[in-house]
């Protein structure tokens, strides 16, 4: 089982910035790849950015050149850095860790509001 723990959502003015934090904890040696996606209001989820153990990231069209995933392997955390948020990336965003041996789990979620 792993556990994630999402912080640093919340609201700010379209152009502005973010950064998203997601711990992990439990069993954490199978982890594989970590990632950031988002639901908004009416919408299925998507893919916002994913980074794998050997650190190749992948990203959505929409974010590319406005997010950056990092991952820190000591503390076992994904962050997501958002610049140049748009009123469309207001969403839920949720943490997702995916194991080597095929096992899924999401974090509860942060709210991204971007709103003048």
């Known amino acids: 089982q792993v556990q994630l723990v999402e912080s640093g959502g919340g609201s700010v003015q379209p152009g502005g910035s973010l950064r998203l934090s997601c711990a992990a904890s439990?069993?954490?040696?199978?982890?594989?790849?970590m990632g950031w996606y988002r639901q908004a209001p009416g919408k299925e989820r998507e893919l916002v950015a994913t980074i794998r153990s050997g650190g190749t990231t992948n990203y959505a069209d929409s974010v590319k050149g406005r997010f950056t995933i990092s991952r820190d392997n000591d503390k076992n955390t994904v962050y997501l850095r958002m610049n140049s948020l748009k009123s469309e990336d207001t969403a839920v965003y949720y943490c997702?860790?995916?194991?080597?041996?095929?096992?899924?789990?999401w974090g509860q979620g942060t709210q991204v509001t971007v709103s003048s």
């Open positions: 439990g069993s954490i040696f199978s982890i594989n790849v």
């Open positions: 997702n860790v995916d194991t080597y041996y095929g096992a899924h789990y």
